[in-house]
Nanobody, 123 residues
Framework: QVQLVESGGGLVQAGGSLRLSCAAS????????MGWFRQAPGKEREFVSG????????TYADSVKGRFTISRDNAKNTVALQMNTLKPEDTGVYYC????????????????WGQGTQVTVFT
């Protein structure tokens, strides 16, 4: 059974940093591209960042480019999202997801999802 477990969310002042982690219980982790999405109250889930199977390619939403960095460790079955210079509009529940496609930015193409971790940025 595939399981994705996020951690690292919390309450942070604007301008601060958080590091999210996702631990995956996928036997063939390296065959999945990974992504981070977020969902704010009353809004649709949106793509934040994605990383290819071996980490050679990454992609970011325009709203987080230059502030967030995605990475993965296939030996440990983990993917991380380093978030710097956080803004109140970054607030939301952050989800880790796995896709059997090379990489995708649309939620419907992801096969597995974590339960999410809350990030709240205050001024």
């Amino acid at each position: 059974q595939v399981q994705l477990v996020e951690s690292g969310g919390g309450l942070v002042q604007a301008g601060g940093s958080l590091r999210l982690s996702c631990a995956a219980s996928i036997r063939t982790f390296a065959t999945y591209a990974m992504g981070w999405f977020r969902q704010a109250p009353g809004k649709e889930r949106e793509f934040v960042s994605g990383i290819s199977r071996y980490g050679r390619r990454t992609t970011y939403a325009d709203s987080v480019k230059g502030r967030f960095t995605i990475s993965r460790d296939n030996a440990k079955n983990t993917v991380a999202l380093q978030m710097n210079t956080l803004k109140p509009e970054d607030t939301g529940v952050y989800y880790c997801a796995a896709t059997s496609l090379d990489m995708a930015t649309t939620p419907k193409f992801y096969n597995y999802w974590g339960q999410g971790t809350q990030v709240t940025v205050f001024t």
